[in-house]
C-alpha cells in the first residue's frame, strides 16, 4: 500500500463561494448539502440545479464560540424534512 497522494483519484468542484464562517454540513440521500454558518444561516445546495439556497436566517448570538454550530438531518429525513439546529 503506496502512502502517497494520488491527484488524479480526485477532483474539486465549487459547490458555494462567500460563505460567512460555515460551521457544519449534512448531506440528504437525494445528493443535496445542507449546512449552517455560524451568523444564522442555513442553506442548501441542490446538485440537480446548481444552485445554493438561503433556507432561513436565524436570529443568534455569534460572539466568542457561539452562534449557530451544528446541523444533523432527522433519520427519516426524506419523509419528514426534518433538520435538526445546534445553536
Same mark, same amino acid.
Given at each position: 500500500?503506496? !502512502?502517497?497522494?494520488?491527484?488524479?483519484?480526485?477532483?474539486?468542484e465549487v459547490?458555494?463561494? =462567500?460563505? !460567512?464562517? *460555515?460551521?457544519?454540513l449534512a448531506?440528504?440521500? =437525494?445528493?443535496?448539502?445542507?449546512?449552517?454558518?455560524?451568523?444564522?444561516? %442555513?442553506?442548501?445546495?441542490? *446538485?440537480?440545479?446548481?444552485?445554493?439556497?438561503l433556507i432561513?436566517?436565524?436570529?443568534?448570538?455569534?460572539?466568542?464560540? =457561539?452562534? %449557530?454550530?451544528? &446541523?444533523?438531518?432527522? *433519520? !427519516?429525513?426524506?419523509? !419528514?424534512?426534518? &433538520?435538526?439546529?445546534?445553536?
Amino acid at each position: 500500500v503506496s !502512502n502517497s497522494f494520488d491527484s488524479t483519484r480526485f477532483s474539486v468542484e465549487v459547490l458555494a463561494q =462567500d460563505m !460567512n464562517e *460555515p460551521m457544519e454540513l449534512a448531506v440528504a440521500s =437525494d445528493g443535496r448539502v445542507f449546512w449552517v454558518e455560524r451568523h444564522g444561516e %442555513l442553506k442548501r445546495y441542490d *446538485p440537480r440545479t446548481r444552485q445554493t439556497k438561503l433556507i432561513t436566517k436565524l436570529k443568534v448570538r455569534y460572539r466568542a464560540e =457561539d452562534g %449557530l454550530m451544528g &446541523i444533523t438531518l432527522d *433519520p !427519516n429525513f426524506s419523509q !419528514n424534512g426534518w &433538520i435538526y439546529l445546534y445553536y
